[in-house]
């Protein structure tokens, strides 16, 4: 992060400055280009020496160069160096800090935006450890993701991403960044965390999503077994849809630790199911959503609600950096899901499915853990 010690002026010297009336009105001046010092003496009625005087004063403080313009960046120091009146926040600073850690970081963020970087290097490290907690363990992140997931914490991210590197919170290598430093958070028990098997409420609250069950066996062998829903569908969506096919998804289901999958439930009603396929060695992180409803559901926002609330849960409690999902090209309703969803479209591949011997392109949405994270 460097020394502390900087050239320039500091809040004393300016507060020098400005205790003369004119060296003030000098340095009021300067703004506009170099001082005229005739016409300045003329206007506060004060001898052309006292100008000179007020003009060797300031450039000796730093506040004017050498042909009598301001230093605006000199004016800028001072600024950053003054501190800032704040109201105390009555939220806690939440992560696996002690109560005067806590106390500290309290002083240096303002919710999720850190204020000023301390001086001192033992509180320098501890923001540093704070900020660090924003990359998960194991992920590698590009520079530009680096540098925007620090911007939405402090403006400076090129002094934050050289600190963190250079303590020993991450590490870099062609382009990549990694975390390797920093206390973790001791990982809770899914069972246990709040909502980790719990159903997933949503903007409606008529709509729910919950984990299967082998209860469900019968609604969902009734609601699928239907031509309209698996049209558009992956062949792994049979028709017909038998109890024997309920049966054994259900228990693919089931055994997710945790939940992958979930059933829709309107008033309380099985609806469709809302689910993700994680990718696995390079496309680790990255998810595959899809989503299905009865027909007689259609039309009422359901998915777009339900897949909203899924993919909301999947950056936020499962630490996933990227999600996508597949539309066959005639499916403008499940496009428009992605869509409600947040995802974007990416890229289109002509030709990619063939179903019903008829061929359809693959729409390709997405969306990545920093967008998601500068959309909330």
Known sequence: MGEDAAEGPVPLDLLRAVADPVRL??????????V????????????????????????????LDESGRLEVEALRAVAVQIPVRRPLSDEPIGGPWTADEADVLSRFFDGDRLISVPSAAKKRLLVLERIVQSFEPGLRYPERDVNFRIQLIYADY????????????MDRA????WRIGGRYELPVDPSEAPGGHDSIETSVPQVELRPYTHEMVAPLAKLANDVRVSRYM???????????????????????????????????????????????????????????LGPEY?????????????????FERRGVMRVWAPVMGRNGASARVAEKAGLALEGVSP??????????????????????????
């Not at 009105?25 to 170099?34: E, F, K, R």
């Open 25 to 34: 009105a000098t340095l009021g001046a300067s703004v506009a280009g170099p």
């Open 36 to 63: 005229p010092i005739d016409a300045l003496a003329d206007g506060l009625g004060v001898s052309r020496k006292e100008v000179a005087e007020a003009i060797g004063y300031l450039r000796g403080s730093g506040l």
């Open 158 to 169: 090129a002094l934050i991403r050289r600190g963190l590197v250079d303590e020993g919170f």
């Open 174 to 177: 062609d382009g990549a960044y």
């Open 234 to 292: 992956s062949d792994r969506f049979p028709y017909p849809y038998t109890t024997t096919n309920a049966i054994d998804w259900i228990a693919v289901a089931t055994a997710d630790e945790p939940p992958m999958n979930y059933a829709i439930y309107v008033a309380g009603t099985f609806a469709g199911g809302v689910g993700a396929i994680p990718g696995e060695a390079e496309m680790t992180g990255t998810y595959e959503v899809g989503w299905w």
């Open 298 to 314: 259609w039309g009422r926002g359901v998915t777009s609600t339900a897949a909203k609330a899924f993919v909301d849960v999947l």
């Open 351 to 376: 030709s990619a499915y063939l179903k019903g011997g008829v061929r359809y392109d693959q729409l390709r949405y997405g969306l990545t853990r920093v967008a998601w994270l500068y959309r909330r």
